[in-house]
């Protein structure tokens, strides 16, 4: 079960995420060793917070809930990361592009990166992200977790912008990731989809579902949805 699966160390969290009670993350999945490279730890807490505010941060970082990141935001829980991950597998081979909407803390962002680069090939990941305090607290968040090299070598891009308009110069995608909730499908996300490609977005304003957007070889469009969830929504930026 998902909210079993906190852990007192990041290699905890993750092998919960991995055992057969959970079923998140299946044996032998790419999935769980691309999260234990990521140190949940690194994607929780901004250096500017206050000692007493980081320090409580730190000792739920490895726990199976969403946490604040402030800006009205939240790094999502562990065990949805975990099923985003694992259901846009297929697509995330090595060399693949891939873009993530409502990237926040850039935790995501980090665990696409080591499912689609590796030494020999390489991907590239955009995160894209209305909040531009995020945005630097992700880039702050990919260094300290060992990524900045990525970060130089434009392997990992962060962008400041409107997901809902998406990013159209980095893509077609093979997998887009939406990090927040949209009203109804976005044509333009569906849009910068690569055939083939897939796209894991929540959709709904009161009761949301995960939708499954899968586009064939030959372009066609298909939808599945997966569960209902909780995301915050896909807004127009506030001003904080
Ligand atoms: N997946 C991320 C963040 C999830 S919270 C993580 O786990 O860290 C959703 C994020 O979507 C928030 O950071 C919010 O600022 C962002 N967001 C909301 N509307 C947006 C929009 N129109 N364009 C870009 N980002 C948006």
């Known amino acids: 079960m998902s909210w079993m699966c906190s852990g007192k160390t990041n290699a905890e969290l993750v092998a919960n995420l991995m055992k057969d009670s959970s079923r998140i993350i299946p044996s ?5 060793p691309a999260m234990e490279r990521v140190d949940r730890a690194n994607y929780v807490a901004d250096r500017s917070w206050s000692d007493s505010r980081k320090t409580r941060a730190l000792a739920e970082a490895y726990n199976d809930s969403p946490q604040s990141i402030g800006y009205d935001a939240t790094i999502s829980a562990p065990h949805m990361h975990a099923y985003a991950a694992q259901y846009l597998l297929p697509y995330l ?3 693949a ?3 993530d909407v409502g990237s926040g803390s850039g935790y995501l962002v980090a665990v696409f990166h080591h499912l689609v680069s590796s030494e020999g090939k390489l991907g590239t990941v955009v995160g894209i992200e209305h909040v531009p305090e995020l945005v630097q607290f992700s880039v702050e968040n990919l260094k300290k977790d060992g990524l900045g090299k990525a970060l130089e070598d434009k392997r990992i891009e962060m962008i400041v912008g409107d997901g ?3 990013y159209p110069s980095g893509g077609p995608y093979d997998a887009i990731h939406v990090g927040a909730a949209a009203p109804r499908l976005p044509q333009l996300l569906v849009d910068q989809l690569a055939s083939p490609g897939c796209m894991f977005i929540p959709v709904g304003e009161h009761i949301q579902q995960i939708l499954q957007v899968k586009k064939d070889a030959d372009g066609k469009v298909t939808q599945t949805q997966l569960m209902g969830v909780r995301y915050v929504p896909l ?5 904080f």
């Open 28 to 32: 032998g999945s790419r999935v769980g």
């Open 93 to 95: 081979r090595l060399g």
């Open 97 to 99: 592009k891939v873009l």
């Open 164 to 166: 809902r308009q998406g």
């Open 235 to 239: 807004t127009d930026r506030k001003t």
